[in-house]
């Protein structure tokens, strides 16, 4: 089969364009140790999206040195404490996660975007999510930012191949969907992004070092 | 495209991305952690609680054997799977664990403990 498939991995926080290094000034007055990931809001047209996200999200945090609580017993403890939905669970006031959770931050993540749309001549997959990290007894904003990742599968070759191919990648998305990998793209890429990414925390063995570099550069 | 050179340009991406991954090496063993997060919300899964508690519980005791570190919350998950199926005693054990690693859960911790083994801490 004459059909290659690329990567365009693109981000931007909060603004897009091209945004100026983030301030980190408040992240560093209120520099978290443990991070409560509560269930995504799910702003797309497609229900799975939310939980297949949550399952991808707690790795990429920890790798860069925060304790992340069990996204799946948090999900379930909210959910049997009356908080049915992850927007009832967003509105529970930060106060009163500090009491439950003894979490420093909380993220909200809301997926805006999430699926696979077909044209005659190729496919596209698309994953976009929108993060706030805030701390819970301050309430302060410590960090936003925006991942997308696409994922097109095309054709260079003739238009009888780029329709076979079409139907190809709509029989094998249906079977294998591609959003799960382009979230946990989005996601890992968007915290460990050089410029506009989470600062290191205190577990990861850089902590220090990145700690003072971003607080020479906040001065 | 001709087969072969498809073929190079799968390896040479192969090699990067590999790469690319050995230049930092985690700072945990994730196994089938987030696998099975995933697996407990897919709806046609036929997800087991009792065969994940088993395969991860197997998965932390060869993270530990192999000196190596076990995720954060993965303790607690697996001591939440075994209270919930009314296995408290050894839930409760998996739970103290993720307290004694990350004390950073020790709320969380005392609070399930409280509320699901009648236990005050």
Redo the contacts between chains.
């Keep these: 089969m ?1 059909t ?1 498939a690329w990567w365009i991995l693109a981000m931007c926080s909060a603004g897009c364009g091209s945004p100026p290094p983030h301030d980190y000034r408040a992240y560093l007055a209120h520099m978290p ?2 991070i409560l990931v509560l269930p995504p809001v799910n702003d797309s047209l497609e229900p ?1 999206a939310p ?2 996200f ?3 999200v ?2 990429p945090l ?2 860069r ?9 948090v999900e ?2 909210m959910r049997q404490n009356g908080r049915p939905t992850p927007a009832d669970m967003h509105a529970v006031a930060p106060s009163k996660l500090v ?6 931050a909380a993220l909200y993540i809301h997926i805006k975007d999430w699926g696979t749309s077909y044209a005659v001549l190729n496919s596209a997959s698309r994953v976009v999510i929108d993060c706030r990290l805030v701390d819970l007894r301050s309430e302060a904003l410590l960090w936003t930012g925006s991942g997308m990742a696409v994922e097109n599968s095309g054709n ?1 070759g003739s238009l009888v191949g780029a329709l076979a191919s079409a139907l190809v990648n709509q029989v094998a998305a249906s079977v294998h969907d591609p959003c ?1 990998a382009l979230a946990r793209r989005a996601s890992s890429s968007l915290f460990a992004h050089p410029r506009h990414g989470l600062l290191l925390g205190w ?2 063995p850089d902590f220090e070092r990145d700690q003072v570099a971003h607080r020479a550069a906040a001065q | 495209m001709e087969p072969g050179r498809l073929v190079m340009r799968a390896a040479g991406l192969t090699l990067v991305l590999s790469t690319a991954a050995c230049a930092t090496p985690d700072l945990y063993s994730w196994g089938r952690y987030e696998d099975s997060i995933a697996a407990m919300y897919a709806t046609s899964s036929g997800y087991d609680p009792a065969a994940e508690v088993a395969r991860l519980s197997q998965q932390v005791e060869e993270t530990a054997h192999r000196g190596q570190r076990v995720p954060p919350g993965l303790r607690a998950h697996i001591g939440f799977l075994l209270i919930e199926a009314g296995n408290a005693e050894r839930g409760v054990q998996y739970l103290r664990a993720e307290k004694e690693a990350f004390p950073e859960s020790s709320v969380f911790v005392d609070g399930i403990l409280a509320r699901y083994h009648g236990n005050e801490p």
């Excluded at chain 1, 040195?65 to 017993?73: E, T």
């Excluded at chain 1, 009491?99 to 420093?104: K, L, N, P, R, S």
């Design positions: 004459r290659f140790r443990s799975q939980n297949a949550l399952a991808s707690t790795r920890a790798e040195g925060y304790y992340v609580f069990p996204v799946a017993v379930a403890y009491e439950v959770f003894g979490a420093d260079g799960p577990r990861h």
